[in-house]
């Protein structure tokens, strides 16, 4: 049985205060959900204060990305170490945000994996095509590509989670329907089972990301394989947030 997990990805928003007064806000409203896994993931310059604030709490720390080597001169990067001394236990790796405006490729998200796992974060590895891949027919091979590319010689599938996130979904208004969803997550899961084998596959959890919302977060959730959400825009809000962590009461 896969536990589902939501997730924020706050993207860059929040200063230290912002983060404080959301944190205290959206704790009591979900601190008796036990059968969903809840991360947050703030801006790096927030992750101290929010590890501060949600200890002793359900609510997991996530990083939204990493370098991947240990130390030295690379002006402006953040490595895992440094994640796992502010209290992460995830980070997100590859957003199509990363590779559109900032160049990641497969191959550097491999890289990013490796490091995370070699310091013992867990890695919610995100993929997706675009609107032009999608209408050319491409989808399945995009993602195939993607998911051969990022996790070349990763092992730990323990330590992984896949964000599947249509890109022209993304911050667009524009959910995939939940038949799309699970189109696509279905093809996702037979992938890491030709990877890690079925049993392994079974286990690893696939979210859906691109514009979920109270409103459509009950449907995807229904899916036989949509495991969980990546939520931007909508886990700004405490309340809005609290209510897709809270899907079953929907
Ligand atoms: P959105 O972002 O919910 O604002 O569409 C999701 C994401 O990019 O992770």
Redesign the pocket.
């Known amino acids: 049985m896969r536990k589902p997990l939501i997730a924020a ?1 706050w ?1 860059m928003h929040k200063t230290t205060a912002e983060t404080r007064d959301f944190i205290t806000a959206f704790v009591p409203l979900v601190k008796d959900v036990e059968d969903v896994e809840i991360v947050i993931a703030p801006p790096f310059t927030s992750l101290a204060v929010a590890a501060k604030f949600l200890k002793g709490t359900n609510i997991k720390l996530s990083a939204q990305n990493l370098f991947w080597e240990e130390q030295g001169a690379y002006t402006g990067e953040v490595s895992a170490l440094m994640l796992k001394d502010v209290e992460c236990e995830y980070v ?1 790796v590859g ?3 990363r590779r559109q405006y900032f160049g990641e490729t497969d191959e550097t998200v491999n890289k990013r994996i490796k490091a995370a796992h070699a310091a013992g974060l867990k890695v919610i590895m ?1 993929i997706g095509e675009t609107l032009e891949e999608r209408e050319a027919g491409k989808t399945f091979d995009v993602l195939k590509t993607q998911l051969e590319g990022a996790l070349k010689d990763i092992t730990a599938h323990d330590m992984l989670v896949i ?1 599947y ?1 249509p890109v022209w ?5 524009k959910t995939a329907t939940p038949e799309m969803a699970e189109e696509a997550h279905r093809f996702i899961r037979d992938q890491l089972a030709g990877k890690f084998g079925q049993d392994a596959a079974e286990t690893i959890r696939i979210l859906y ?5 109270p409103e459509n977060v009950a449907s995807l959730m229904a899916q036989e394989n949509v495991d969980g ?7 700004l809000q405490p309340d809005s947030f609290a209510k897709i962590v809270r899907f079953k009461n929907s």
């Open positions: 990805n993207k997100i957003h199509s945000e995100c964000a996130e979904a993304i911050g667009t208004g990301g691109g514009s979920v919302k959400g990546l939520v931007g825009g909508a886990s």
